[in-house]
């Protein structure tokens, strides 16, 4: 049973001519758990069924409710939805298998879960590098990491108006 909090960092995806296929892990995370006795942590708040960790959490098996603390902003290009989703799994992993945030068989567990959590999302760029970290290059369904020969520090700029993934894409040409 998960009884550790489970956390995940943002992302930012889409970066220079990698649309859809590149993204990059921020140092900005999602914390969830299961809600059991004890008070949620400060800052938590519980996740209902249509919460994009709670819809991620029960695809991978997961059971009872889950709480959600996050420091990502919604709506705001940092992969708030990709890195809760990928919480939900990783919470559902360590419920049904029991394995501690160390184990190997978290690593044996990522490709399953870029496959689901791409297909919750629509796309994986976001998903691979809150799974992966580091700066990720994916295509059909698979995510490498990218090496680099820095180790890049990332200022980042929030937005005082929100959008949505849908809505920033519908403003595409094809």
């Known amino acids: 049973m998960v009884?550790?909090?489970?956390?995940v960092p943002a992302s930012s995806a889409n970066l220079g001519p990698g649309f859809d296929a590149l993204g990059m892990a921020l140092g900005l995370h999602a914390e969830v758990g299961l809600v059991d006795a004890d008070p949620l942590p400060e800052g938590a708040h519980p996740a209902d069924?249509?919460?994009?960790?709670?819809?991620?959490?029960?695809?991978?098996?997961?059971?009872?409710?889950?709480?959600?603390?996050?420091?990502?902003?919604?709506?705001?290009?940092?992969?708030?939805?990709?890195?809760?989703?990928?919480?939900?799994?990783?919470?559902?992993?360590?419920?049904r298998h029991?394995?501690?945030?160390?184990?190997?068989?978290?690593?044996?567990?990522?490709?399953?879960?870029?496959?689901?959590?791409?297909?919750l999302e629509g796309h994986a760029d976001n998903v691979a590098a809150s799974i992966?970290?580091?700066?990720?290059?994916?295509?059909?369904?698979?995510?490498?990491?990218?090496?680099?020969?820095?180790?890049?520090v990332v200022v980042l700029w929030v937005p005082s108006a929100t959008t949505s993934t849908d809505a920033s894409r519908a403003a595409l040409g094809e």
């Not at 939805?81 to 992993?93: I, N, Y």
């Not at 160390?102 to 399953?112: F, I, K, N, P, V």
């Not at 992966?132 to 890049?152: C, E, K, Q, S």
Request: proline share 5%; charged share 20%; with cysteine.
């Open 49 to 95: 069924e249509q919460h994009p960790a709670t819809v991620a959490f029960r695809r991978a098996g997961g059971e009872g409710q889950l709480w959600v603390r996050c420091s990502i902003p919604m709506g705001r290009g940092m992969g708030y939805s990709g890195a809760v989703r990928v919480a939900g799994l990783v919470a559902a992993h360590l419920q």
């Open 132 to 152: 992966y970290g580091g700066v990720v290059a994916t295509a059909a369904g698979r995510a490498v990491r990218v090496p680099l020969p820095i180790d890049p």
């Open 3 to 7: 009884t550790a909090v489970v956390r």
């Open 98 to 119: 029991g394995a501690s945030e160390g184990d190997a068989t978290l690593a044996g567990a990522r490709d399953e879960w870029l496959a689901i959590a791409g297909e």
